[in-house]
């Protein structure tokens, strides 16, 4: 089983950018499928990105997509998440999650997600 630490929230203002980072560790990173959650105060947690074992195929939620680009550097062991034209509602706790290749429905069935990161908070002011 994997460790992930995400790094790289703070804060920003309306119109900004950050990149998050989600380190792993442990067993062979490209064994995974990853995907980035957030949850704001009062909200349940809710899917933002999602990026296949190898990089090549990625999937956005509807609320982020064309400012959100998921990438990932298997060399590295690591998964990126660089957030552009944030708005003060991008603000949460944004999580990285693993889910193993192999199982479930396909790359982002994420009811087999077997890891997830402790987070990393995102602030945008207006």
């Known amino acids: 089983q994997v460790e992930l630490v995400e790094s790289g929230g703070g804060l920003v203002q309306a119109g900004g950018s950050l990149r998050l980072s989600c380190a792993a560790s442990?067993?062979?990173?490209?064994?995974?499928?990853m995907a980035w959650f957030r949850q704001s105060p009062g909200k349940e947690r809710e899917f933002v990105a999602g990026?296949?074992?190898?990089?090549?195929?990625?999937y956005y939620a509807d609320s982020v997509k064309g400012r959100f680009t998921g990438s990932r550097d298997n060399a590295k062991n690591t998964v990126y998440l660089q957030m552009n034209n944030l708005k003060p509602e991008d603000t949460a706790v944004y999580y990285c999650?693993?889910?193993?290749?192999?199982?479930?429905?396909?790359?982002?069935?994420?009811?087999?997600?077997?890891?997830w990161g402790q987070g990393t908070l995102v602030t945008v002011s207006s």
């Open positions: 999650a693993a889910k193993p290749r192999g199982v479930g429905a396909g790359p982002w069935d994420y009811r087999y997600i077997e890891v």
């Open positions: 990026i296949s074992w190898n990089g090549g195929n990625t």
């Open positions: 442990g067993r062979t990173f490209s064994s995974y499928h």
